[in-house]
């Protein structure tokens, strides 16, 4: 089953975006853009914050989360599918963007590292959910 949903998502990198993300009745990519506000404006994030993004995927959430921890917070990327992890890197290669390739189970971050953790759309396909939510629960402050 990992394997399956890891090739999953290794396949489909490349056409992530325009297969969730597009509305492909404008051609933009803001098909979730009213749930993107909804999430942000209760979402509490400030200049200089570390957050990671857990199943970042290719990054739709890069945008919003560097807008508001700004150059001087730093973005974790972390994914378990290469691909995923690569067409990340060229959509969002910044100086404040660190990226991870690792499930969540076994985020290779220091302990109390990150002032929040983001699992958009990923929570699903983690492995062993119990001890995902205790990695990630060991890497905030």
Not at 86 to 91: D, F, K
Not at 98 to 104: G, Q, V
């Given at each position: ?115 929040v953790v983001v699992c958009f ?21």
């Amino acid at each position: 089953m990992y394997r399956a949903r890891k090739k999953f998502f290794n396949d489909h990198a490349g056409r992530w975006h325009d297969m969730w993300y597009k509305d492909h009745s404008t051609g933009r990519y803001d098909k979730h853009g009213k749930d993107f506000d909804r999430l942000f404006s209760i979402l509490t994030l400030r200049p200089g914050d570390h957050v990671l993004d857990v199943g970042c995927g290719t990054g739709v959430l890069v945008p919003f989360i560097l807008e508001r921890i700004t150059a001087a917070g730093i973005l974790y990327e972390l994914d378990f599918a290469e691909k995923m992890i690569e067409t990340n890197r060229i959509l969002h290669e910044r100086d404040n963007v660190r990226f991870i390739l690792s499930d969540a189970e076994n985020a290779p971050l220091d302990d109390a590292s990150c002032d929040v953790v983001v699992c958009f759309s990923c929570f699903p396909h983690f492995h062993n959910k119990e001890k995902a939510v205790t990695a990630l629960s060991r890497v905030l402050k």
